[in-house]
């Protein structure tokens, strides 16, 4: 009997959200998200459970990310990279369904939350 190969295996694919591009572009040519900063938004995750606040997650995503400053990037391009981090089961659902709707821009996203 022949051993499945390992693409075989794995879970089927779900179509991946990918941030929107930011009205305002990177001008870096090179930047890079930290692993520790991406480990410090996931542990303030949001998965729009009925006893999660939107508003307090998102002014807490906001703060977090006004923490980090890259040369050539937006403080709102960095909201969009990071967004998908903070969020989980609900919330990403909900994300998925609403990202192509704003076309990049973080106020529509916010209001689209609440």
């Known amino acids: 009997m022949e051993q499945p190969i390992i693409f075989d295996l794995s879970p089927p694919k779900a179509e991946i959200a990918t941030p929107p591009q930011s009205a305002k572009p990177i001008t870096a040519l090179i930047y890079k998200l930290w692993s520790a900063f991406i480990a410090m938004v996931r542990e303030q995750s949001f998965s729009g459970l ?65």
């Open 50 to 114: 009925d006893y999660e606040n939107p508003y307090h997650h998102s002014r807490g995503f906001e703060q977090l990310c006004a923490c980090l400053t890259i040369a050539g990037m937006s403080l709102e391009t960095m909201r969009w990279k990071l967004i998908p981090f903070s969020l989980n089961e609900r919330a990403r659902q909900w994300y998925t369904q609403n990202v192509g709707k704003v076309v990049g821009d973080w106020e529509e996203l916010r209001k689209k939350s609440a």
